[in-house]
């Protein structure tokens, strides 16, 4: 039974990382010794550089992919809706029936996998921004200083972070 509520627990602390989410609207970059907000609304990230990146079509590119990584994907939606039903299913069912474990295991397990792919992909997007940055930076003027992981206070980001990644080689 500890490992149902150890499951529980890793589930409810996987879902409750995202509320650090609205720090991230906050982030600034650094143009001309001035402040620029990256992000001036939730719906297009990066945005504020818009600006300044349409003089390179490359960084313009690379902008276009990272906004385009950043809307909500349907695979995630549905992982995350079968793994929650599966875990308030597995809850919810009589133990005599033996589906109550395979349930609460299964549920926990999808909405694991479904919190590591996101957090991946968000991770692997964020270098279409940077790259962005750094394109424009070599052929343009002025110079663009942005660090990602430092909030709006100059304060460092989150101290925990993680991604999977595959490097294939033939």
């Known amino acids: 039974m500890s490992t149902f509520r150890t499951l529980i ?32 609304n939730s719906t297009e990230k990066g945005e504020g ?31 995350g809706t079968v793994g929650t039903s599966m875990l308030l299913g ?17 549920g926990a397990t999808l909405m694991m996998i479904n919190f590591l792919v996101a957090k991946t992909l968000q991770s692997s997007n964020e270098q279409n921004l940077i790259k962005a940055i750094e394109e424009y ?18 304060t460092p980001g989150p101290g925990l972070s993680f991604s999977v990644s595959k490097i294939w080689s033939f």
């Open 137 to 154: 930076n070599k052929r343009n003027l002025p110079k663009i200083y942005f660090n990602p992981e430092q909030k709006a206070d100059g």
């Open 9 to 40: 627990i890793l589930t409810l602390a996987f879902a409750l990382q995202n509320t650090s989410a609205v720090e991230t609207c906050s982030r600034v970059a650094i143009i001309n010794y001035q402040e620029v907000l990256v992000d001036t």
């Open 90 to 106: 597995g809850i919810l069912t009589n133990n005599d029936a033996g589906r109550k474990q395979p349930l609460l295991i299964g």
């Open 49 to 79: 550089l818009r600006f300044h990146l349409e003089k390179d079509r490359t960084a313009k590119n690379y902008l276009e992919s990272y906004q385009e990584g950043t809307k909500i994907r349907w695979q995630n939606a549905v992982l």
